[in-house]
């Protein structure tokens, strides 16, 4: 091929509009990702990943990336454009999907890991250049225009004074008259920017909350902002979804049809990428924007789809399982609507399949109860698929839920005594459901229906089992905050802690089996190690900051004392009548104070060093406005509540960089009694 074009396997990268250097890169970090891909098929990428433990690799190569397009209906005649295909995180399932991929990406590195990563496609076109440049050659007949993580930077390469309407203009321009365009970029008034994650792009705090400083080469949109950029730049057609947690790793896509309900939304730890603070409780914060139907306003981020809605009105991914397991859940309202389960791979086909026979084996043990089984067909060889009946009502779990909001703890053991009852039909049947958890079941008034019946065993399981891992994994996904917890949970199953202990344990086997050798994206996110602090650290040291309990430190250079040359030291140590205290100061200081608390007290110097070096507690090496107790230990009685302890460094040896180390005990004194014992100091000691 000429030297405009390459081919890596059946992939075609096109370089005419390639500058020949790469003006935007992330570093070495990508010399990695190429050699990762060339080297390892993707079915390997979670070893990969987990291997790393690098946010870059989880970001680009993990395909929980891959659900924000994976649930498009994409036909096998369509033409595909997608714009910032960066290393192809979203490409793959473009190009399993559609007849024909056309990529656009500036960075010819980013271009080559996605050629790589993708390279027995025979479908995919990689154009590399500046989208200007690139774009007057491109087709102007696309079925579908992916934007994913780019609208946000329309700014950088379209000039004018509105260019993310101009970006979206241009677009237009290339999309057949019925052809829709997708677009995810984050929310600026996203949940977890209050709750404390820095700023996607920027990795600033509350940057997009205050709408970005002059010279941010970065946008992003309110949902009402992005609805009125969408109209001005001429779409008529236009629908929102939300994934959840966000676009980058979504696991759930909710949408105006199918909002989350309250409970819902759990899975609220995002810094894979960088550090955060947690400033509230994301999911009670979550649940009571949803009860007043705000959700859509605060949702982290936005996927728009312009032109003919898509039938999902809803769709969950179970990425974390082994492929053998790993599947999709859809909801699709409509006329008729339903629930759909798919596998995400052919090893999954017969895990689908085995639905139907659970079913007939379920309906036959609970005929004649007061447990409905909703019904299932299967169908599709290539793509098989479970569609159930849709059930209308409310899951018992949400019943539950509104039980611990009220504190209503006799209704909440009233409803555990109904789930016991109904689901204790029958039980030496050999055959049941082992996941017969409180969200699986939908309750219409008196109608309880058992919609989700994936994981079944050929034996009879005892009612009093069953309904006791039922509440555990209930309480365990609210941390076991229901009532008197754990206690509560005995209480009300007459559980012994060998009982629990085997429910813990089979749990656990489970949960291997289920996942295989995978990692969750939670244990992911431990191997990466961002920290997460949580707010109530920050309460202790702004109560502390109020208290007496702080060590302050005041550097004479020569001048004498002044607050200007002071400092609290942050580290101190308060702890069973203890202060224990580490700093540094300059070589120029002569003299230090150290003040121990802001109140009157008794203090004894058990350790006191420079450097190391043991510092005397005798006259002039070290000196207080204290008084000093007879014995042994260098004690002082502070009657004053600004207690002060100095040390004359004359003499000692220092360095550029000098350290200072204390050990003290205390007894806080009341102002009266300090003045009372200090009159009476010799009498007493």
């Given at each position: 091929m000429s030297e405009m074009f390459e081919k890596i396997g059946e992939v075609s990268l096109n370089l005419e509009n390639y500058g020949g250097q790469d003006l935007y890169s992330d570093g070495n970090i990508e010399d990695m990702l190429l050699d990762a891909v060339k080297n390892n098929p993707p079915s390997d990428y979670k070893k990969v990943i987990e291997d790393s433990a690098l946010w870059p690799y989880l970001y680009h190569l993990s395909d929980i990336r891959e659900n924000i397009a994976e649930w498009i209906d994409i036909k096998k005649t369509d033409k595909v454009l997608e714009v910032g295909s960066g290393c192809g995180a979203i490409t793959g399932v473009l190009s399993a999907k559609a007849g024909e991929v056309t990529c656009v990406d500036l960075s010819k590195k980013r271009s080559l890991i996605n050629a790589y990563r993708h390279r027995d496609a025979k479908n995919i076109t990689v154009c590399v250049g500046n989208f200007t440049d690139v774009e007057p050659g491109l087709s102007k007949d696309y079925d579908l225009i992916f934007l994913i993580g780019v609208l946000e930077y329309g700014i950088c390469y379209i000039p004018g004074d509105e260019p993310f309407e101009e970006f979206l203009k241009i677009i237009r321009k290339h999309l057949k008259p019925d052809g829709r365009v997708v677009i995810a970029i984050e929310n600026r008034l996203g949940m977890k920017y209050f709750a404390g994650c820095r700023e996607d792009h920027l990795g600033t705090f509350f940057s997009g909350l205050e709408n970005y400083r002059e010279g941010d080469n970065v946008r992003t949109f309110s949902k009402p902002a992005l609805e009125t950029l969408v109209k001005k730049s001429g779409f008529e057609e236009c629908h929102f979804y939300y994934p959840y947690p966000d676009y980058k790793l979504p696991t759930t896509v909710f949408s105006d049809q199918r909002l989350p309900k309250p409970g819902e939304l759990v899975t609220n730890n995002l810094n894979f990428d960088r550090d955060r603070v947690t400033l509230f409780d994301e999911k009670k914060v979550y649940d009571s924007v949803i009860a007043d139907g705000l959700f859509s306003v605060f949702s982290n981020s936005f996927l728009v789809v312009l032109g003919k809605k898509p039938e999902t009105d809803y769709v969950r991914y179970s990425n974390d399982r082994s492929r053998a397991y790993a599947i999709k859940t859809e909801i699709i309202e409509g006329l008729s609507p339903k629930v759909r389960k798919t596998a995400l791979y052919k090893e999954g086909a017969e895990h689908i399949k085995r639905l139907s026979e659970s079913f007939e084996k379920l309906s036959e043990k609970y005929k004649g109860s007061e447990l409905n089984v909703a019904s299932v067909k299967i169908s599709g060889t290539d793509e098989v698929t479970a569609e159930f009946e849709y059930v209308n009502g409310t899951p018992l779990s949400e019943l539950f839920d509104e039980c611990l909001k009220k504190e209503d703890r006799e209704e909440f053991e009233k409803l555990f005594r109904e789930f016991e009852r109904r689901t204790a039909f029958n039980e030496?049947?050999?055959?049941?459901?082992?996941?017969?958890?409180?969200?699986?079941?939908?309750?219409?008034?008196?109608?309880?229906?058992?919609?989700?019946?994936?994981?079944?065993?050929?034996?009879?399981?005892?009612?009093?089992?069953?309904?006791?891992?039922?509440?555990?994994?209930?309480?365990?996904?609210?941390?076991?905050?229901?009532?008197?917890?754990?206690?509560?949970?005995?209480?009300?199953?007459?559980?012994?802690?060998?009982?629990?202990?085997?429910?813990?344990?089979?749990?656990?086997?489970?949960?291997?089996?289920?996942?295989?050798?995978?990692?969750?994206?939670?244990?992911?996110?431990?191997?990466?190690?961002?920290?997460?602090?949580?707010?109530?650290?920050?309460?202790?040291?702004?109560?502390?900051?109020?208290?007496?309990?702080?060590?302050?430190?005041?550097?004479?250079?020569?001048?004498?004392?002044?607050?200007?040359?002071?400092?609290?030291?942050?580290?101190?140590?308060?702890?069973?009548?203890?202060?224990?205290?580490?700093?540094?100061?300059?070589?120029?200081?002569?003299?230090?104070?150290?003040?121990?608390?802001?109140?009157?007290?008794?203090?004894?110097?058990?350790?006191?060093?420079?450097?190391?070096?043991?510092?005397?507690?005798?006259?002039?090496?070290?000196?207080?406005?204290?008084?000093?107790?007879?014995?042994?230990?260098?004690?002082?009685?502070?009657?004053?509540?600004?207690?002060?302890?100095?040390?004359?460094?004359?003499?000692?040896?220092?360095?550029?960089?000098?350290?200072?180390?204390?050990?003290?005990?205390?007894?806080?004194?009341?102002?009266?009694?300090?003045?009372d014992l200090s009159e009476n100091i010799k009498r007493i000691f």
């Open positions: 030496d049947f050999p055959f049941a459901d082992t996941d017969l958890v409180f969200s699986n079941v939908i309750v219409d008034r008196d109608k309880w229906t058992l919609i989700d019946y994936e994981w079944t065993v050929e034996k009879a399981v005892s009612s009093k089992k069953q309904a006791l891992r039922a509440l555990y994994c209930y309480m365990l996904e609210r941390d076991f905050k229901c009532f008197e917890g754990l206690t509560f949970l005995k209480i009300l199953t007459k559980a012994s802690d060998s009982d629990i202990e085997e429910i813990v344990s089979e749990e656990a086997l489970f949960q291997k089996e289920v996942t295989g050798t995978c990692l969750s994206l939670g244990q992911i996110r431990e191997k990466i190690g961002h920290n997460n602090v949580n707010y109530s650290r920050f309460e202790k040291e702004l109560v502390k900051a109020g208290s007496t309990d702080r060590v302050q430190i005041y550097c004479d250079r020569g001048a004498g004392y002044s607050e200007a040359d002071s400092y609290f030291v942050k580290n101190a140590r308060f702890e069973d009548g203890e202060i224990e205290v580490e700093t540094n100061f300059a070589k120029d200081v002569v003299n230090l104070r150290l003040d121990p608390m802001n109140e009157a007290c008794i203090v004894y110097i058990e350790k006191l060093t420079v450097n190391g070096d043991d510092i005397p507690v005798a006259r002039g090496k070290v000196d207080t406005n204290g008084k000093k107790l007879r014995g042994k230990g260098a004690g002082f009685l502070f009657s004053s509540t600004d207690p002060n302890i100095n040390i004359h460094l004359s003499g000692t040896e220092l360095s550029e960089n000098n350290s200072l180390y204390a050990k003290l005990r205390f007894v806080k004194l009341g102002t009266e009694i300090a003045a």
